[in-house]
């Protein structure tokens, strides 16, 4: 059983390693909206999770299945549903029938180090935000959800369900409104549930360096998404202040927590000083943009 699972995470993860590199590439187009690249990041989320999709002859596996994949139906009504076999190591699928006994060795051992290790990535990150959490407790009150702490270097939210805004004792009050907006985007947009399931995503997939490159990208991508978000709201002055602020607070990185600070300060700096409000129009282009783009990506090719 274990060693079917791990058949199908391999095959899935070849095709979230396509869809990242796709998505790594877009990224590189500056003229695409932050907000949208953050939102192309749930494509090979996606991806690296579900071994199935609706067939669209469309489809970039489409194309791809002529050449090096094999397309498996599990759902023949419309819409028709099928899996993309990329490994091609087995006869048939449900069950897994290896071609060869040496094939079926391997898959074996290799599915016990894969969840030895999963396990292991899992439970280390999740007793280091524990132990981020409790060294936090003793944070000061302001208002709200809003806290003061000694103990870390740049504002953060953390929490999922009840997030808390931590800000450190050594910032100025002058930037904590600045810092506040930012943090509240956050938390309006669930992202530290996203950066769990991404985290999550990366230990199951830990064998692929590409996971933990698309991890980074995902990170930096949140933050210069959130600043977009803030921006739409200030004048030329405030922009200019909140870059100020950022260069200030720029200085620590965490995987489970929004960090004010969390992405590379040049690049926020440029995006920030360049950033122009889109129009009508051009939102509703870069939205079917997306659109078609997550389709090509996300479905599945035809039989």
Same mark, same amino acid.
């Given at each position: 059983m274990?060693?079917?699972?791990?058949?199908w995470?391999?095959?899935?993860?070849?095709?979230?390693?396509?869809a990242g590199?796709i998505?790594?590439s877009?990224?590189?187009?500056r003229t695409?909206?932050?907000?949208?690249?953050?939102?192309?990041?749930l494509?090979?989320?996606?991806?690296?999770w579900?071994p199935f999709g609706? +067939?669209?002859k469309y489809?970039?596996l489409? /194309?791809?299945?002529? @050449?090096?994949?094999k397309?498996v139906?599990i759902? %023949?009504e419309?819409?028709?549903?099928?899996?993309?076999?990329s490994?091609?190591?087995?006869n048939?699928?449900?069950?897994?029938?290896?071609?060869?006994?040496l094939?079926?060795?391997?898959?074996?051992?290799a599915?016990?180090v894969?969840?030895?290790?999963?396990?292991?990535?899992?439970?280390t990150?999740?007793l280091?935000y524990f132990f981020?959490?409790s060294?936090l407790?003793?944070?000061?009150?302001i208002?709200?959800n809003?806290?003061k702490?000694?103990?870390?270097?740049?504002p953060?939210?953390?929490?999922i369900?009840?997030s808390r805004i931590?800000?450190p004792?050594a910032?100025a009050?002058?930037?904590?409104?600045?810092i506040?907006l930012?943090?509240?985007?956050?938390i309006g947009?669930?992202?530290?549930?996203?950066?769990?399931?991404?985290?999550?995503t +990366?230990?199951?997939?830990?064998?692929n360096p /590409?996971?933990?490159? @698309?991890l980074?990208c995902?990170?930096?991508d949140? %933050?210069?998404?959130?600043d977009?978000k803030?921006l739409k709201s200030?004048?030329?002055?405030?922009t200019?202040?909140y870059?100020?602020?950022i260069?200030t607070?720029?200085?620590?990185?965490?995987?489970l927590a929004s960090?004010?600070?969390g992405?590379?300060?040049?690049?926020?700096?440029?995006?920030?000083?360049?950033?122009?409000?889109l129009?009508v129009?051009?939102?509703?282009?870069f939205?079917a943009?997306?659109v078609?783009?997550?389709?090509?990506?996300?479905t599945?090719a035809t039989t």
């Amino acid at each position: 059983m274990l060693s079917e699972i791990f058949y199908w995470v391999l095959n899935i993860n070849i095709l979230g390693s396509v869809a990242g590199l796709i998505v790594l590439s877009l990224r590189k187009i500056r003229t695409l909206p932050r907000f949208a690249v953050y939102f192309l990041w749930l494509l090979p989320l996606i991806r690296l999770w579900l071994p199935f999709g609706i +067939a669209n002859k469309y489809s970039l596996l489409s /194309l791809i299945s002529k @050449f090096t994949t094999k397309t498996v139906v599990i759902w %023949e009504e419309l819409p028709q549903f099928t899996t993309t076999n990329s490994i091609m190591g087995a006869n048939s699928y449900f069950p897994i029938e290896y071609k060869t006994n040496l094939l079926e060795n391997v898959f074996n051992v290799a599915s016990i180090v894969w969840i030895i290790v999963c396990c292991a990535a899992i439970l280390t990150t999740a007793l280091l935000y524990f132990f981020t959490k409790s060294e936090l407790k003793s944070a000061e009150l302001i208002k709200g959800n809003i806290y003061k702490s000694d103990r870390i270097t740049s504002p953060a939210v953390y929490g999922i369900i009840r997030s808390r805004i931590i800000i450190p004792t050594a910032i100025a009050d002058g930037d904590i409104d600045y810092i506040i907006l930012h943090e509240q985007v956050h938390i309006g947009r669930r992202d530290n549930l996203f950066r769990i399931i991404a985290v999550i995503t +990366a230990c199951v997939h830990w064998f692929n360096p /590409l996971s933990w490159i @698309f991890l980074k990208c995902f990170f930096a991508d949140m %933050e210069l998404a959130c600043d977009a978000k803030v921006l739409k709201s200030l004048n030329q002055t405030q922009t200019k202040e909140y870059a100020r602020t950022i260069l200030t607070c720029a200085s620590s990185k965490t995987f489970l927590a929004s960090a004010f600070g969390g992405a590379k300060t040049k690049v926020r700096i440029e995006n920030i000083l360049s950033y122009k409000k889109l129009t009508v129009l051009s939102s509703l282009y870069f939205a079917a943009l997306v659109v078609v783009i997550s389709i090509i990506i996300i479905t599945n090719a035809t039989t």
